[in-house]
């Protein structure tokens, strides 16, 4: 692969039964950050892939990026790596800034391993010398205290900050640190996430490493509720990085022009684009993709044009333009905020205190029948404070109501007093909204608080997939209406729902699906041409994280990466490195019995179908329309192609 220089590693790894801890240093060629060590150590170390992703052997993995604490914008993000109840595979999730934070306690990487009897609080410390661990104990009974919802107050994983805010104070302040914990989504599901925010902040901004349920794993195999970490490093851990002149110099030159205006250029869809006036995932995607988005439980795939365009209008009208007025008038002075890393870019958005993001208030909005910010945002912060991953949320509502709607379960079965609003047809955007968004919170508290019913704690305990399955064994076409792409067998259960873009790349058989590890631009193209643009992305994606950057600032830091590793003495083919480290995690899959396998659902071909006559590929579009057994071709045909470049 062309390493001629090793990046050295930090490892603190952390006995949750015990609290002890000891530190390891790793010296190793085909190490370069977070994402090749904490695959290194569940491939090679712990074989995790035999492992119940429940097990205290399922060690949770955190680790930075070889850039975190220096100058350069968007260095310090946070990577999750972790065997997923979700997919049964391993999986990885990110955490945008953290590191600003958490790299203070002079580390590169943290392990947890073992199981502490009772919940417990981790706390970490580094001074430059040292790093000290301490575990603080909490009753289960208290910890389920605090996930209680309560009127007039904060409860879940808000709650849990509060404590530890109030409680700790004095190690918060002394460390700059930050806090990284779990919901009660954690405790009774498969899919929580990790949540955190800059302690002591006013701002609602929370980030969170949600996809593929780590907190669940960090609760429910490790007893961890929180982890709190810091210290009194200030500055990066490699001396090459402490003369920003220098590296600014380098880039520079590399890049030919001022390094922050070509930031600046480079990521002004997160910021601002003059072009379209607004900013931020939900500011811009509304705008570009238009009647692409996917609305009404991914079913906007089945509408003609001018229905799609109708919505869309309404989502212009109704939902986008309140964040507009509110967000970009006046310029960004407390509506515009960063991860809590020091960045020019502050993508984060504020609308009456709370960020938006498009992901997260899509869930929450158009997907499942929602078109008043309002609404939207009571449930995006419902879903932050029971510590669950907003998109499967999403996906999980939406699937329930498109059940209901369509006749095939009552919704008291489900323990829901009254049906869904689910007909795009005739939606009236202030009623459909507060209606929805009423039964929404039921169906998130009785999933991810406290299932009442079977089917509620199916979904909760097994996942999406299982439950859907063993629903259509009694009710047939229930599974159909839920859109996801397998991992192993039925007896593995193992899933993924994508993200909200209309394309076959969120649903494809990659090895990892979840994150933008793939072409997910509304496109298609014949199996073996999107298999080899897919898994380029994905190789560049698997790069940025491992480099432990935010995938935001890409447009620029992907052409100074090798640049960037060179400052620090290493020289490597980031391509040829990213590629075999991309082999090695389908080695994984295959060894978890979790690689891709055959859609289950006929939406999963609709949708290939769909998307191929939307953008002209008439042929295509008229084979799978035909016959289904066509876009299992496609999907063949694109594994093979995966499969022959990396060489499995």
């Given at each position: 692969m062309g390493v001629e220089k090793m990046v050295e590693m930090k490892i603190l790894r952390i006995d949750a039964e015990s609290g002890d801890f000891n530190i390891e240093t790793l010296d190793d060629e085909n190490v370069l950050g977070p994402v090749d060590l904490g695959l290194k150590l569940h491939l090679e170390r712990y074989n995790t892939y035999?492992?119940?992703?429940?097990?205290?052997?399922?060690?949770?993995?955190?680790?930075?990026?070889?850039?975190?604490?220096?100058?350069?914008?968007?260095?310090?993000?946070?990577?999750?790596?972790?065997?997923?109840?979700?997919?049964?595979?391993?999986?990885?999730?990110?955490?945008?800034?953290?590191?600003?934070?958490?790299?203070?306690?002079?580390?590169?990487?943290?392990?947890?391993?073992?199981?502490?009897?009772?919940?417990?609080?981790?706390?970490?410390?580094?001074?430059?010398?040292?790093?000290?661990?301490?575990?603080?104990?909490?009753?289960?009974?208290?910890?389920?205290?605090?996930?209680?919802?309560?009127?007039?107050?904060?409860?879940?994983?808000?709650?849990?900050?509060?404590?530890?805010?109030?409680?700790?104070?004095?190690?918060i302040s002394k460390n700059k640190a930050r806090i990284v914990a779990v919901g009660p989504a954690s405790l009774v599901s498969r899919s929580g996430g990790l949540f955190s925010k800059v302690p002591g902040s006013s701002s609602k901004v929370i980030d969170s490493a949600a996809r593929g349920g780590a907190g669940s794993v960090l609760l429910r195999a490790h007893g961890i509720a929180a982890i709190v970490m810091g210290g009194k490093v200030d500055s990066p851990r490699r001396d090459q990085l402490v003369n920003f002149k220098r590296i600014k110099s380098r880039l520079q030159d590399r890049l030919g022009g001022s390094l922050l205006s070509i930031?600046?250029?480079?990521?002004?869809?997160?910021?601002?684009?003059?072009?379209?006036?607004?900013?931020?995932?939900?500011?811009?995607?509304?705008?570009?993709?238009?009647?692409?988005?996917?609305?009404?439980?991914?079913?906007?795939?089945?509408?003609?044009?001018?229905?799609?365009?109708?919505?869309?209008?309404?989502?212009?009208?109704?939902?986008?333009?309140?964040?507009?007025?509110?967000?970009?008038?006046?310029g960004p002075e407390g509506k515009w905020a960063t991860c809590g890393e020091p960045c020019p870019v502050a993508c984060k958005k504020i609308w009456r205190g709370i960020k938006v993001d498009y992901e997260p208030f899509h869930a929450m909005g158009p997907m499942i029948g929602i078109f008043r910010l309002e609404d939207s945002a009571e449930l995006v912060e419902e879903v932050d404070s029971l510590g669950a991953d907003a998109i499967e949320a999403g996906h999980t509502v939406a699937w329930i109501f498109d059940m209901i709607e369509r006749g095939l379960i009552e919704p008291e079965k489900l323990g829901l007093p009254f049906r869904p609003r689910f007909n795009p047809l005739s939606v009236n955007a202030s009623l459909d909204s507060h209606h929805n968004a009423t039964l929404a919170k039921k169906v998130l508290l009785n999933v991810y608080f406290k299932p009442e019913n079977d089917i509620m704690e199916s979904i909760a305990k097994n996942g999406l997939r299982r439950t859907a399955l063993e629903l259509d064994e009694e009710i047939p076409g229930i599974k159909d209406l839920l859109l996801y792409a397998p991992f192993g067998d039925k007896?593995?259960?193992?899933?993924?729902?994508?993200?909200?873009?209309?394309?076959?790349?969120?649903?494809?058989?990659?090895?990892?699906?979840?994150?933008?590890?793939?072409?997910?631009?509304?496109?298609?193209?014949?199996?073996?041409?999107?298999?080899?643009?897919?898994?380029?992305?994905?190789?560049l994606e698997y790069s940025i994280d491992n480099a432990g950057f935010c995938r935001f600032h890409r447009g620029w830091m992907e052409k100074v990466l090798e640049e960037l590793y060179s400052i620090i003495g290493v020289d490597v083919d980031i391509s040829e490195h990213s590629k075999e480290g991309y082999?090695?995690?389908?080695?994984?899959?295959?060894?978890?019995?979790?690689?891709?396998?055959?859609?289950?659902?006929?939406?999963?071909?609709?949708?290939?179908?769909?998307?191929?006559?939307?953008?002209?590929?008439?042929?295509?579009?008229?084979?799978?329309?035909?016959?289904?057994?066509?876009?299992?071709?496609?999907?063949?045909?694109?594994?093979?192609?995966?499969?022959?470049?990396?060489?499995?």
């Open positions: 035999s492992e119940d992703p429940f097990s205290p052997r399922n060690v949770l993995f955190l680790g930075f990026g070889p850039f975190a604490l220096s100058k350069i914008f968007g260095s310090n993000r946070v990577v999750a790596v972790f065997k997923s109840p979700v997919t049964m595979g391993l999986h990885v999730s990110t955490m945008g800034g953290a590191a600003w934070n958490l790299a203070r306690a002079g580390i590169d990487a943290l392990v947890i391993e073992g199981r502490s009897e009772e919940p417990a609080i981790i706390f970490v410390e580094g001074n430059g010398k040292e790093v000290n661990v301490r575990k603080k104990t909490i009753k289960l009974d208290y910890l389920r205290y605090l996930f209680t919802p309560k009127l007039g107050g904060h409860y879940g994983t808000l709650a849990l900050f509060e404590l530890i805010e109030r409680e700790y104070s004095d190690f930031i600046m250029s480079s990521t002004k869809k997160y910021r601002f684009e003059p072009s379209l006036g607004t900013g931020g995932t939900f500011g811009v995607n509304y705008i570009h993709y238009r009647e692409l988005i996917p609305m009404y439980n991914f079913n906007s795939i089945y509408y003609g044009l001018e229905v799609r365009i109708r919505l869309h209008s309404m989502i212009l009208r109704e939902f986008w333009s309140s964040f507009q007025k509110e967000v970009f008038k006046g007896n593995v259960g193992g899933y993924m729902t994508p993200n909200y873009y209309w394309t076959p790349g969120m649903i494809a058989p990659l090895y990892l699906l979840g994150r933008y590890w793939t072409n997910y631009t509304p496109t298609f193209q014949d199996p073996e041409d999107y298999a080899e643009i897919s898994l380029r992305r994905a190789f082999r090695k995690l389908a080695t994984y899959q295959k060894l978890a019995r979790a690689e891709p396998m055959p859609w289950e659902s006929s939406k999963a071909i609709d949708l290939l179908a769909t998307i191929a006559a939307e953008v002209g590929v008439k042929e295509w579009a008229e084979r799978i329309s035909k016959n289904a057994e066509e876009g299992f071709d496609w999907w063949k045909r694109f594994k093979k192609k995966v499969d022959e470049i990396l060489s499995l």
